[in-house]
């Protein structure tokens, strides 16, 4: 069983950074594909970026390229999503996720364990 906890939200105003982390436990990260999603209020919960296990690999999505940035500590077991630039429409819950394969990508059912999930705030 792999417990994640995210840490790191709150709130900002428009244009400014935050950077949430996620601890895993109980297996390797390094034995791990990990992303973070996120759901916004009354809307599906939507993937944001993903790194596979040897972070040769990352994805995200398109309203957050050049914003976000995916990486993995695998020795300190944490994987952490630097958000830049933050806009309104970032307000949600972020999630991280992590599966079995090498390589997760942005679908949610490629995932096997998930977070609580900490909240973003960003206002106008």
């Known amino acids: 069983q792999v417990l994640l906890v995210e840490s790191g939200g709150g709130w900002k105003q428009a244009g400014g950074s935050l950077r949430l982390s996620c601890a895993a436990s109980?297996?390797?990260?390094?034995?791990?594909?990990m992303a973070w999603f996120r759901q916004a209020p009354g809307q599906d919960r939507e993937f944001v970026a993903a790194?596979?296990?040897?972070?040769?690999?990352?994805d995200y999505t398109e309203s957050v390229k050049g914003r976000f940035t995916i990486s993995r500590d695998n020795a300190a077991n944490l994987v952490h999503l630097q958000m830049n630039s933050l806009k309104p429409e970032d307000t949600a819950i972020y999630y991280c996720?992590?599966?079995?394969?090498?390589?997760?990508?942005?679908?949610?059912?490629?995932?096997?364990?998930w977070g609580q999930g900490t909240q973003v705030t960003v206002s106008s």
């Open positions: 996720a992590a599966g079995g394969l090498y390589y997760g990508g942005n679908r949610a059912s490629q995932y096997d364990y």
């Open positions: 109980g297996r390797t990260i390094s034995t791990l594909a």
């Open positions: 790194i596979s296990r040897g972070a040769d690999n990352t």
